[in-house]
């Protein structure tokens, strides 16, 4: 292995990918950004972060992946507890504990406007397709009067875990391609933590998520479901959770509000966002005289599902690991908003992108991140090393984008391109 191409060998190794892939990206993008040795610096300013990381967590230089692993988990857990103190979270499962967690977050990061749905027109939609689950759930005969006592948005989210998705998709959200843009309007974010009526309903919801937030995009609500996993960093996987989802709820008002300026095709990308729509197929390849740098756009975690999905082994760039960065960079901002809330949070500040393989105990290596989220997640599936290891990868795409072109870019031309799913520079 030649100290030129090192590098490049090192980050297709992380990234799963063939060399050649790393190595036609690079002599592309050099070309056509006239920047040289971007991810050479790329994979030093990685190994100095490592470094300095372990440092911080008392590692050594040459610490086995196990030691790292174990304690990015105990700063997890070590966090988790100085947030709980702080938020006063102290039995999460407790309602008013998690309201004290979304106020919490609302102070860091105050919910703005949006584009979204109007709620009159989100009641016409449940008239005409009524929710029979959650009727018969909550003792109700008629969707008018499940209307007129409970709350509307509560019963929308509802819809996530008490309704059978086959008739989500085909029967209810079927009724969205005769949305047009005057049937959305401009109003405020909400993050709520839904009523303890849904608890029992939304456990298996919870269990398949692995955690207990989630958002209507369309409606422009964040929603706590009021289920924990009793699993420790609770509080901390509740709070990143809410940063992200914030984000992304952002993120897709931004999207629907430029849709709205064509009205023609505004239910057709609206439908296609909110099912998370990616390109089905791979693309022609061009003659290597004519190819410029392409990157696929993709808008969820398909390793969630297949860790052999092939859109993940080509060039692309995941609005997803772009709102986890920026719920990262609010984690550090916790200590503004309480002088005397000095808990280490930056430490998990800008590295989500960052890992490498250590040795283990049997003398093979294992990839090990420095993904906050990738860590938390992990304590859900109890110290698995290898099930969560997507939303670091992601980051690092990502990463390697920003390095050419920019953050600014990265999220324009993720919402520029994710209809299409793909662009070419």
């Given at each position: 292995?030649?100290?030129?191409?090192?590098?490049?060998?090192?980050?297709?190794?992380?990234?799963?990918v063939?060399?050649?892939v790393?190595?036609?990206?690079?002599?592309?993008?050099?070309?056509?950004?006239?920047?040289?040795?971007?991810?050479?610096?790329?994979?030093?300013?990685?190994a100095?972060?490592?470094?300095?990381?372990?440092?911080?967590?008392?590692?050594?230089?040459?610490?086995?992946?196990?030691?790292?692993?174990?304690?990015?988990?105990?700063?997890?857990?070590?966090?988790?507890?100085?947030?709980?103190?702080?938020?006063?979270?102290?039995?999460?499962?407790?309602?008013?504990?998690?309201?004290n967690?979304?106020?919490?977050?609302?102070?860091?990061?105050?919910?703005?406007?949006?584009?979204?749905?109007?709620?009159?027109?989100?009641?016409?939609?449940?008239?005409?397709?009524?929710?029979?689950?959650?009727?018969?759930?909550?003792?109700?005969?008629?969707?008018?009067?499940?209307?007129?006592?409970?709350?509307?948005?509560?019963?929308?989210?509802?819809?996530?875990?008490?309704?059978?998705?086959?008739?989500?998709?085909?029967?209810?959200?079927?009724?969205?391609?005769?949305?047009?843009?005057?049937?959305?309007?401009?109003?405020?974010?909400?993050?709520?933590?839904?009523?303890?009526?849904?608890?029992?309903?939304?456990?298996?919801?919870?269990?398949?998520?692995?955690?207990?937030v989630?958002?209507?995009?369309?409606?422009?609500?964040?929603?706590?479901?009021?289920?924990?996993?009793g699993?420790?960093?609770?509080?901390?996987?509740?709070?990143?959770?809410?940063?992200?989802?914030?984000?992304?709820?952002?993120?897709?008002?931004?999207?629907?509000?430029?849709?709205?300026?064509?009205?023609?095709?505004?239910?057709?990308?609206?439908?296609?966002?909110?099912?998370?729509?990616?390109?089905?197929?791979?693309?022609?390849?061009?003659?290597?005289?004519?190819?410029?740098?392409?990157?696929?756009?993709?808008?969820?975690?398909?390793?969630?599902?297949?860790?052999?999905?092939?859109?993940?082994?080509?060039?692309?760039?995941?609005?997803?690991?772009?709102?986890?960065?920026?719920?990262?960079?609010?984690?550090s901002?916790?200590?503004?908003?309480?002088?005397?809330?000095?808990?280490?949070?930056?430490?998990w500040?800008?590295?989500?992108?960052?890992?490498?393989?250590?040795?283990?105990?049997?003398?093979?290596?294992?990839?090990?991140?420095?993904?906050?989220?990738?860590?938390?997640?992990?304590?859900?599936?109890?110290?698995?090393?290898?099930?969560?290891?997507?939303?670091?990868?992601?980051?690092?795409?990502n990463?390697?984008?920003?390095?050419?072109?920019?953050?600014?870019?990265?999220?324009?031309?993720?919402?520029?391109?994710?209809?299409?799913?793909?662009?070419?520079?």
């Open positions: 292995m030649s100290n030129q191409n090192h590098y490049q060998q090192k980050l297709a190794r992380i990234l799963r063939e060399t050649a790393v190595s036609n990206l690079e002599k592309q993008l050099e070309r056509i950004t006239g920047k040289a040795g971007v991810l050479k610096n790329l994979m030093e300013n990685n100095a972060i490592l470094q300095k990381k372990m440092s911080e967590l008392g590692l050594a230089t040459k610490a086995k992946a196990q030691e790292i692993y174990d304690a990015l988990v105990s700063k997890v857990e070590a966090d988790d507890i100085k947030l709980s103190e702080a938020i006063r979270t102290f039995f999460p499962r407790d309602h008013n504990d998690q309201e967690a979304v106020d919490f977050v609302k102070k860091v990061h105050f919910p703005g406007k949006g584009f979204f749905l109007k709620k009159e027109k989100a009641k016409q939609l449940l008239i005409a397709q009524p929710p029979k689950k959650i009727l018969a759930s909550l003792g109700y005969k008629y969707v008018e009067e499940l209307l007129e006592k409970e709350d509307l948005l509560e019963v929308y989210s509802a819809l996530r875990f008490l309704e059978d998705a086959d008739w989500q998709n085909s029967v209810f959200f079927k009724q969205y391609e005769a949305l047009r843009p005057e049937d959305f309007e401009e109003r405020e974010i909400e993050m709520r933590v839904l009523d303890g009526k849904w608890a029992r309903a939304a456990e298996a919801f919870v269990a398949k998520k692995y955690h207990n989630s958002h209507l995009k369309e409606l422009g609500v964040v929603f706590v479901v009021p289920v924990f996993l699993i420790s960093g609770e509080t901390l996987r509740l709070v990143t959770l809410l940063f992200h989802y914030l984000h992304e709820v952002e993120y897709y008002s931004s999207l629907f509000f430029d849709f709205s300026k064509n009205e023609h095709d505004f239910a057709k990308k609206l439908i296609s966002t909110l099912r998370g729509d990616v390109i089905e197929n791979p693309l022609p390849e061009f003659p290597i005289e004519v190819q410029r740098p392409r990157f696929l756009v993709i808008q969820r975690y398909l390793a969630k599902n297949s860790i052999n999905d092939w859109r993940l082994f080509q060039p692309h760039i995941n609005p997803e690991a772009l709102h986890w960065e920026r719920a990262e960079a609010e984690l901002k916790i200590k503004e908003i309480g002088p005397d809330f000095q808990n280490g949070l930056e430490f500040s800008g590295i989500g992108w960052t890992g490498d393989y250590f040795p283990s105990e049997n003398n093979s290596e294992v990839l090990v991140n420095f993904n906050i989220i990738d860590t938390i997640m992990s304590l859900v599936k109890q110290r698995e090393l290898v099930k969560y290891l997507y939303h670091h990868q992601e980051a690092l795409w990463k390697i984008f920003i390095d050419y072109f920019g953050a600014k870019q990265l999220e324009e031309k993720s919402k520029e391109y994710l209809i299409r799913g793909w662009f070419e520079i």
